[in-house]
Each structure stands twice: as C-alpha cells, then as structure tokens.
C-alpha cells in the first residue's frame, strides 16, 4: 500500500480545519434579517391603476406560460354599468396554488397590462394546505393600493414587505436598449405611484457601464 494512502483520512480533516478559522456565514436568523435583492422573487399581489380599476384582463397569459401550472385564471365580460378594469374583461376568478409555485417570475413577464407583480415577502407557512391556495380576495390589492396578507401576524412575517413601495418591484427589466433610458418602465399603481425612469448605461449606473 502506497504512503499516500494512509493520508486519505487525515485529508478530510485538514479540509475541516482549514473551514474552522474562515468568518462565520451564519446569520442569527430571525432576529437578524439579511437585506433582500430589490427584484426579490417573493408573494404575489394583484395591481390596480391609480383610479382603483383592476390591471387584471382575465386574459389567462400567466396561468398558460406558468411551468407549474399553479395559477388558475378565469376572464369574465366587464360589466357596462360598472366595468371593473378598462378592457373588455377582468379576472373574475384568480388563485395561486404556493405549494406548487416556483417563484420564477415568468407570471410577472407575460402579463400584458403589469397587472402581477412580486413582493420581497416569503416568510410565510399555513397549516391548512387549503391555505396555502391564495384567491383574489387575498391578491388583489386595496383601491389604494393597501396589500392583504391573507395570512395571520407572526413572529417571522414582516408586513411592511408587502407595503413598502421599494418592495413592490417587478421581476424583469428593460433589456438595456438605449432607448429605454429616462423612460419609467412601468405604469403607475394605485399606492405606488410611477417608477423612477430607468438610469441606462450612460451615466455608468449599470455594471459595465461607461461615462458618456
């Protein structure tokens, strides 16, 4: 048996000593919270425009490019008298499955009229599997904009990250043309306002970005 054999143990070990004087990772979850991504893949809401019309069309976008096929969507014809969003239909019937989602965002970029979008909140658990299935009523936004949890408070579940604007942003972005540069990238919504206008590359805001 060659020398080198008799080392393949002690080989395991040194790689354990050399870990043990590295900086700790580990963090004092949950009373010390790590700062989240601003485009944060986290619980969905449902939008209204400013005047409280609902940007949900019913037009089923999210429910067919879903890969885990855990949104149902059913459109119903708006009512003459008293339409409820500004196309011909609306999302009568909407449910997110979360024990099914994947949190990929693709919901977020087939939707035509911005009308799904993602939070940072993902600190949440049910104990009811029905629970976990989340309806208009718990999506949709308030006329002003005010989110419902649909959830009771608890010691990990931080409500102001389905309020806070700043959590409130889209999964995507402009794919950095030019032309995007100053333009604000998504409609207003009812307690959010517009978003600022996107910075480009011009003013070396973006990685690999120049000065002009």
């Known amino acids: 048996m060659a020398f080198g054999d008799y080392l393949g143990p002690f080989r395991g070990f040194a790689t354990v000593f050399r870990q043990m004087f590295k900086p700790r990772l580990t963090r004092s979850y949950p009373h010390e919270m790590r700062v989240k991504p601003q485009r944060f893949h986290g619980r969905h809401v449902l939008n209204r425009y400013p005047d409280g019309m609902e940007k949900c069309i019913g037009c089923e976008l999210c429910a067919g490019v879903c890969p885990a096929a855990c949104i149902y969507v059913r459109g119903q014809d708006n009512p003459v008298d008293a339409p409820v969003s500004p196309g011909e239909r609306f999302g009568y019937v909407y449910e997110i499955n979360l024990l099914r989602c994947i949190f990929c965002g693709l919901c977020v970029e087939a939707c035509p009229t911005e009308a799904i979008t993602m939070t940072q909140l993902f600190e949440f658990s049910v ?86």
Do not use: C
Not at 136 to 150: A, F, M, R, S, Y
Not at 182 to 206: F, H
């Open 127 to 212: 104990t009811d599997r029905e629970d976990a299935i989340y309806t208009k009523d718990e999506l949709l936004v308030q006329p002003d904009g005010t989110p419902n949890h649909g959830q009771p408070d608890g010691p990990l579940i931080d409500i102001n990250e389905l309020k806070i604007a700043d959590g409130w942003m889209r999964a995507t972005s402009p794919s950095g043309r030019a032309e995007y540069e100053g333009i604000p990238a998504w409609t207003p919504s009812a307690g959010v306002g517009l978003r600022p206008a996107e910075k480009g590359q011009s003013d070396g805001s973006q990685t690999g970005g120049e000065d002009a």
